[in-house]
């Protein structure tokens, strides 16, 4: 996935300005089905493309407490 100017970067309102922070473009899913991931701190990096299901679960995993304390 490439980075667009078009999409609208969105990050936790639970990170801090450690710059460790994970973003997604949320306004990317009705027209691709797949939402867009990258790191906070390099913006202009890789971008990773995941599949509705699949970061649905992620977050339920984070929610769960399945990866440790963050």
């Given at each position: 996935m490439t980075n667009s100017p078009r999409l609208?970067?969105?990050k936790s309102s639970y990170s801090g300005n450690?710059?460790?922070c994970v973003e997604w473009a949320p306004t990317h899913i009705a027209t691709?089905?797949?939402i867009?991931?990258?790191d906070s701190k390099n913006p202009t990096g890789p971008i990773l493309g995941f599949s509705v299901v699949s970061f649905a679960s992620?977050?339920?995993g984070v929610k769960a407490g399945e990866?440790?304390?963050?």
């Open positions: 609208t970067w969105c450690g710059g460790s691709t089905g797949t867009p991931v990258r992620f977050i339920e990866f440790g304390a963050v």
